[in-house]
């Protein structure tokens, strides 16, 4: 698995961004697929995850400081899963790191990341 993450860049604050994630090797529909996202002088921290549940059907699921603004959706034929954000707080800004897992329940162990991609938001 090689995932490429794109569409960081920078946005005043309220604005919108989508973030993709794709691979060119693998297909993704059955992985569990996640956001995560790392300030500077913080930890990486846990945005949003889309987990297969069986036929094309996904539950997700978000971090509180991103619930109602950020969603996670896939499309399958394009082998890509999308980070769409709205309403970007300056506290949203941070590197964004696409993963991949084939675990489902938790703890789940993300085998494969991507390499990061940067969101700035200015006040």
């Known amino acids: 698995v090689q995932l490429q993450a794109s569409g960081g860049g920078l946005v005043q604050a309220g604005g919108s961004l989508r973030l993709s994630c794709t691979d060119s090797?693998?297909?993704?529909?059955?992985?569990?697929m996640a956001w995560f996202r790392q300030a500077p002088g913080k930890e990486r921290e846990f945005v949003a995850d889309?987990?297969?549940?069986?036929?094309?059907?996904?539950?997700?699921d978000y971090a509180d400081s991103v619930k109602g603004r950020f969603s996670i959706s896939r499309h399958n034929a394009k082998n890509s899963v999308y980070l769409q954000m709205n309403n970007l707080r300056p506290e949203d800004t941070a590197v964004y790191y696409c993963?991949?897992?084939?675990?489902?329940?938790?703890?789940?162990?993300?085998?494969?990341w991507g390499q990061g991609t940067q969101v700035t938001v200015s006040s």
């Open positions: 993963a991949a897992a084939t675990d489902r329940y938790s703890p789940i162990k993300y085998d494969y």
């Open positions: 889309s987990k297969w549940i069986g036929a094309n059907v996904y539950s997700t």
């Open positions: 090797g693998r297909t993704l529909s059955r992985y569990t």
